[in-house]
């Protein structure tokens, strides 16, 4: 059975940063990829980041230049590195992996941007 937990997120001031972490852990080697989502109150679900296997990565518009994802493969974890924060990243943020032909999901940890 494969588990992801996210952890890091709270709240924050516009401008501020937060280090959001990924922790998969299960009986397999390693993810093909590794992502992060985000889904705020009356919006739908957007891919924020992805990074593959072979460190490639891929962002949404609205948090590039801001953000970076990375991930340790021994670790099967992966990271998200937000700075300059702004209110319209207030949202719930999900990890995502792929493993083989199968999608698995963390619970969410919520980021709240506000002064």
């Known amino acids: 059975q494969v588990q992801l937990v996210e952890s890091g997120g709270g709240l924050v001031q516009p401008g501020g940063s937060l280090r959001l972490s990924c922790v998969g852990s299960?009986?397999?080697?390693?993810?093909?990829?590794m992502g992060w989502y985000r889904q705020a109150p009356g919006k739908q679900r957007e891919l924020v980041a992805e990074?593959?296997?072979?460190?490639?990565?891929k962002y949404v518009d609205s948090v590039k230049g801001r953000f970076t994802i990375s991930r340790d493969h021994p670790k099967n974890t992966a990271y998200l590195q937000m700075n300059i924060l702004q209110p319209e990243d207030t949202a719930v943020y999900s990890c995502?992996?792929?493993?083989?032909?199968?999608?698995?999901w963390g619970r969410g940890t919520q980021v709240t941007v506000s002064s």
């Open positions: 990074i593959t296997t072979g460190g490639s990565t």
């Open positions: 299960g009986s397999f080697r390693s993810f093909n990829a």
């Open positions: 995502s992996a792929r493993l083989d032909f199968s999608v698995y």
